[in-house]
């Protein structure tokens, strides 16, 4: 003979459901909200030693430029100027192709999201454990 289940029962359990997938839900946007404030930061850290750094470096090659002509002389002033910008030329070609190439290589965004969502979808495939 079947078992006749309790309206009350199978509506508290519906409702222990909802609960559980609104729970999940929000615990998954919490973590989501939180790798995008953290990948925030981690981008506006990047901006601010990136400015420094070619600040600096600015300042470093005008200088060398400038000793490197005075030093050339009268004589050669024309050929170390010449040298120096094809010298700089070069090295801005390089560093734009190695920034295009870490640009692309960048991280996935919200990793650990993923993962857990994965995870979420894996034990939700195999069914509850009794």
Known sequence: MPQEQNPGSVSRGVRKLAFDLFELIYTRLSLLGVELQEEKLRLLRLAVFFAVATLCAGFALLFFSLFIIVLAGESHRLLAIGGLTVLFAAGAT??????????????????????EIKKDQASLHQGPKL
């Not at 692309?104 to 993962?115: D, I, V």
């Open 94 to 115: 390089l560093a734009g192709i190695k920034t295009l190439l870490l640009a692309r290589e960048g991280g996935q965004l919200f990793q650990a999201s993923l993962a």
